[in-house]
Every structure is written in structure tokens, then in C-alpha cells.
């Protein structure tokens, strides 16, 4: 009875708030400026952009976007992780805020919306309340993840979960997690005093493109995520005998990278045999001593397996673990795996929320679609600490993390209304 009442009570919030004050639109012309502009920064003779966190590039952008966020009247600051956090008042000061934002890095040649359509669109959100001089009753943050791209590394850090084995590792740049906070204006010892508290935040919203084709092949204008897939990584070790490939006879060989070609297969007929959405990938390998007259003696792989249930995800790991042990009996090899800690858990998104980004999708004649997030986001983290929604829209031909990425205007505008009257109809709703 009493949560039929709660909802009750919600759904009256969301008509009074509909009714009571006409709700903005953002100016299309103007995000699009902005996400063009962004891509700028990185922009290499070819006309693509490489903006992997830690780069100059990276430096680059993120001035440009603290630049837009204090025209915005935004209070911005830079914290112990490097995160840009901007902040603005509302008329209630003793409520808990409503946060919302994405990241701006790249992968090594990705795309220029990836990230950036979220985060643009949050600071679009905020000007767009600044010129029809709307004042919210909760606080607004807009949160901008620093290297998200290589391990959630902001939004880790805000939940407590970044630690100091992450810091450690190197990206394509070549500055380690730690050096890289501190190139970006942060401070890798006092990582700690970054963690927010589960009271901290009344809520986080995160747009995104959904990289992916569902939205574009089936002509939906909005993706209302239900779940964001958690994601586990291994360093597979792959140990054979190096010998020459001319005198050793076909049955008198380790081959590693034979060995290596088998379990890949196994990987996909695990995946293969369970109902449902997750996925299983070796998306890198390298075999030593790496001749053509070599047999391979070693060999280094890589493994992810990605579900909306941790459960599943071990029984995958399990299953695929038991063929390594059949192939090591079979080909005289051995296999090691090593756990990757930059792997994220399984989060489910509110249901609440999921309610209001769909009501407020209805009320501009957007079409909604009730999906997964196969892709790793801050939202992910931030939901260890605060309900969270995420708003999905269309990638063009499902492409991502590739040049050829690319949004309309006019979805990226859709995206940022939702946004926008999401966040409005919440400021109302929950108290």
C-alpha cells in the first residue's frame, strides 16, 4: 500500500510540473557548435581526432569545456581525480543535488560523440535554464569523468573504487593512472578524499550515444536503459614449447598459438550455449618469439565477458576455464589467467527514473525503446551510491569508438530535451 501511494504521489508531481511551467528546449544549432568545436582539439591533418585522457589534446579540450562551463555561471572546480565538477545553485540548498554529465576522452582514433554528446549536452542543459531564467529547487552538478575510456577512472575514484593497482597502469599515452591525475590538476594521494557518500547525490543521469544500431535500425528515437552489462577482463598466458618449425614433427608439437586459436573458439561456443545478451571476446593476442620459422612457444591473450548478472559471468568464466583445461591436455600446453582491474559490475538503473525519462520522452513525441547497455559507463559506478538513469540516442549504422561515429544534431538535441525535462520533473518529484 505504501509504495502504490509513493508512486501515487510521484505521478501527481509529474502532471503539476508539466502543467505549472512551460518547459525550454535547447538550442540545436548550439550543442552542435559545441561538439564540433570539442573536436578541435586532437583534430590530426587527416580531419579525425585523438583525444586519449592524459594527451595534450586532452588538456586542451577540457580547458575549452571549463571555459564553457564558467560562461555558464557554473562554480567549477577540478578534483583529487581530475574530474571537472560544475556547480549550481538552487533555491533549496539544504537538498541533496541532482548530478549529471559523461566524459569527453577518447579511445586511440574514436569518435567525436562518444562521451562528448552526454557531457555537452549537460552544460547545454545548463544554458538553456539560464536563458528562460529557471531556477531549480535541488542543486545541480555536472560531472565530467576524466578517463573513463581506460578504466572509469573518475567515477571510480567518486565511489571509492579506484585503487591504487589501477593507478599503475599505463595508457596509450604512456603517463600511468597516477601521472595522469596529476597532469590533469588532480592529486593522486589524496584520491580518497574524492569518495562520495551514498547521501551525497540525490540522483545521477548520464546521455549517451547508444553505440550500438538498435535505435537507427528500428527508427526509435530514444533508448530508456534498463541495465548497464557488468564487465570482467583476464590476461590469458598461453605456455607451449618454442621450437623450430622445420624439424619438428606435426605430433611432436606445443604450439601455443594453436593452443591459443582452440580456446577462442571455446570462448565463443560458451557464450553461444547460454540464453540471453552476454558476450565473450579475445580482442587482442600476441604470440612470442613472433618468427615464421618458429613454432610459438607463448602466447598472450586477452578476455572479456560482459552480462547484466555477475552470476552468469562466473558461470561463463567457468565453463570457458574448464575447455582451457581439456586443451591443456590435448596440445601439452598450460594456461594462467590473471584478473584485469579495470573491470566494472553488473548495475541496474531506477525504475523511477527509467519512468521519468520515458514520460518525459512522451511529452515530446519521441519514440522510446526499453534496452541494455552493452558499453561500460560512469553511470555504472555512480550507481553503487545514487539512483541513475541513462538516456540513449541513435549512433548512426550502430557504429562507435571509430572515426565514422556520428549523431544527428537532431538526435543529440532530443537526447538533451529528455535530459532536461528529466532533470526538471525530478527536481519536482523527489524530495
Known sequence: MRTSCLFCLFCFYLSFYSSAQEIPEVDQDRLENTILTLAKYGMMENGETNRVAFSDADLEGRAYIISLMQVSGL????????????????????????????????????????????????????????????????????????????????????????????????NSTGYSMEQGI????????????????????????????????????????????????????????????????????????????????????????????????????????????????????????????????????????????????????????TFTFTPIDATSAPALTDPRIQKIITEAAGDLNLSTKQMQSGAGHDAQDMARITPVGMIFVPSLGGISHSPKEYTSPEDMANGANVLLRAILLLDQAWF
Open 75 to 170: 562554480e567549477v572546480s577540478v578534483d583529487f581525480a581530475g574530474n571537472i565538477i560544475g556547480k549550481r545553485a538552487g533555491r533549496d540548498r539544504y537538498l541533496k543535488p541532482i548530478g549529471f554529465g559523461s566524459h569527453i576522452d577518447m579511445v586511440p582514433n574514436g569518435g567525436n560523440y562518444d562521451g562528448c554528446v552526454g557531457s555537452l549536452a549537460a552544460i547545454e542543459v545548463i544554458r538553456t535554464l539560464n536563458d528562460a531564467k529557471i531556477q531549480t529547487e535541488h542543486p545541480l552538478e555536472v560531472f565530467i569523468f576524466s578517463n573513463e575510456e581506460g578504466g572509469v577512472m573518475g567515477s571510480r575514484a567518486l565511489v571509492g573504487e579506484l585503487k591504487q593497482e589501477a593507478l599503475n597502469v599505463v
Open 182 to 333: 596529476n597532469r590533469l590538476g588532480g592529486n593522486a594521494t589524496r584520491i580518497p578524499e574524492v569518495e562520495r557518500s551514498e547521501d551525497a547525490l540525490t540522483a545521477f543521469l548520464e546521455l549517451h550515444i547508444e553505440q550500438g544500431g538498435i535505435l537507427d535500425r528500428e527508427q526509435i528515437d530514444i533508448g530508456v536503459v534498463e541495465g548497464i552489462v557488468g564487465i570482467k577482463w583476464w590476461d590469458v598466458n598461453i605456455k607451449g614449447f618454442a621450437n623450430h618449425a622445420g624439424t619438428t614433427p606435426m605430433s611432436m608439437r606445443n604450439d601455443a598459438l594453436l593452443a591459443a586459436s582452440k580456446f577462442i573458439l571455446a570462448v565463443n561456443e560458451v557464450t553461444k550455449s547460454f540464453e540471453g545478451k552476454q558476450v565473450g571476446t579475445v580482442g587482442r593476442i600476441s604470440a612470442f618469439p613472433g618468427a615464421p620459422n618458429v613454432i610459438p612457444g607463448e602466447v598472450q591473450l586477452s578476455l572479456e565477458i560482459r552480462d547484466l548478472s555477475s552470476e552468469k559471468i562466473e558461470q561463463l568464466f567457468e565453463g570457458m576455464k574448464s575447455r582451457a583445461i581439456e586443451i591443456e591436455k590435448e596440445m601439452g600446453t
